[in-house]
């Protein structure tokens, strides 16, 4: 069965840090860029971050401009897994989170580009 699963997340206060963890099973993910995306309630879906399928290249990592400097993307690919490593969060980061998975090398950063979900982890910053 092809899936993403996700795990990590939980309630954390302004200032501290959470790991995102996304295995993938049932596809080699290293063939695929990984992204993440969050949505918080009552707001559409957005772009976080997304890692490409070619790690070697200039701009193979992209991160929204709110997330910058603090959320760092990587992937292990003998693990078939991808983390979103999140640090000094804020209030406004809270949403729910999800990875997804795209089978192009180049990033896509629209939720329609992205082929396969996770199932969303919860993400509370309290201020």
């Known amino acids: 069965q092809v899936q993403l699963v996700q795990s990590g997340g939980g309630l954390v206060q302004a200032g501290g840090s959470l790991r995102l963890s996304c295995a993938a099973s049932?596809?080699?993910?290293?063939?695929?860029?990984m992204g993440w995306f969050r949505q918080a309630p009552g707001k559409e879906r957005t772009f976080v971050s997304a890692?490409?399928?070619?790690?070697?290249?200039?701009?193979?990592?992209r991160y929204a401009d709110p997330v910058k400097g603090r959320f760092t993307i990587s992937r292990d690919n003998a693990k078939n897994t991808v983390y979103l490593q999140m640090n000094s969060l804020k209030p406004e980061d809270t949403a729910v989170y999800y990875c997804?998975?795209?089978?192009?090398?180049?990033?896509?950063?629209?939720?329609?580009?992205?082929?396969?979900w996770g199932q969303g982890t919860e993400v509370t910053v309290s201020s």
């Open positions: 997804a998975a795209r089978p192009y090398a180049n990033i896509g950063m629209g939720v329609e580009e992205y082929t396969l």
């Open positions: 890692i490409s399928s070619i790690t070697w290249r200039s701009e193979s990592i």
């Open positions: 049932g596809l080699t993910s290293s063939r695929f860029t």
